[in-house]
């Protein structure tokens, strides 16, 4: 019986810091891999391996807005 309260004290104190945990990463994560992409096209395009069409087509599919950033 004893085993028992001391497993739940254990859960009670280790959902927290995991939903903590779980927060933390998510809001880390939220937008970066457009960011990431829309930075990998500008390279691209600064380096001249695509042109202007391109560019314009592949930005305007990252930003859900008008293509403008």
Partial sequence: MMLVGLLW???LVALPIYFVYWLAI?????????????AVLQERYARGEIDD??????????????GRY
């Fill in 9 to 11: 004290m254990a859960l």
């Fill in 26 to 38: 998510r809001s880390q994560s939220d937008g970066s891999t457009e960011d990431n992409a829309l």
């Fill in 53 to 66: 069409e391109e560019f314009d087509r592949r930005r305007a599919r990252l930003t859900p807005d008008d």
